[in-house]
């Protein structure tokens, strides 16, 4: 069974940064889609950011040029850098991972962090 452990999360200002990581607790498989989620209150959850072993990254629209999403040196994490947040940014964010890097949406989930931007 693959865990997902997210950290990272926090209370922060607008226009400030946050870095969150999420690592794998096993590192039998390869994690070859990792991707970052997101759910605001009373909203669905939405794709923030995508990373495959193959191809370029994914961003949601609302997030170009404000996010960046990498992959860690360990093997099995991801990285997601937050610039210039504002409150819509607010929510839970969810890492996701799947073995094929043909996978949109994994069965991996993490718990969630929370993020919260202050205006």
């Known amino acids: 069974q693959v865990q997902l452990v997210e950290s990272g999360g926090g209370l922060v200002q607008a226009g400030g940064s946050l870095k969150l990581s999420c690592a794998s607790t096993?590192?039998?498989?390869?994690?070859?889609?990792m991707s970052w989620y997101r759910q605001a209150p009373g909203k669905e959850r939405e794709l923030v950011a995508r990373?495959?072993?193959?191809?370029?990254?994914v961003y949601a629209d609302s997030v170009k040029g404000r996010f960046t999403i990498s992959r860690g040196d360990a093997k099995n994490t991801v990285h997601l850098q937050m610039s210039n947040l504002t409150p819509r940014d607010t929510g839970v964010y969810y890492c996701?991972?799947?073995?094929?890097?043909?996978?949109?949406?994994?069965?991996?989930w993490g718990q969630g962090t929370q993020v919260t931007v202050s205006s």
């Open positions: 096993r590192t039998v498989v390869t994690l070859n889609t």
């Open positions: 990373i495959t072993s193959i191809g370029s990254p």
């Open positions: 996701n991972a799947a073995v094929s890097a043909a996978t949109q949406i994994g069965a991996y």
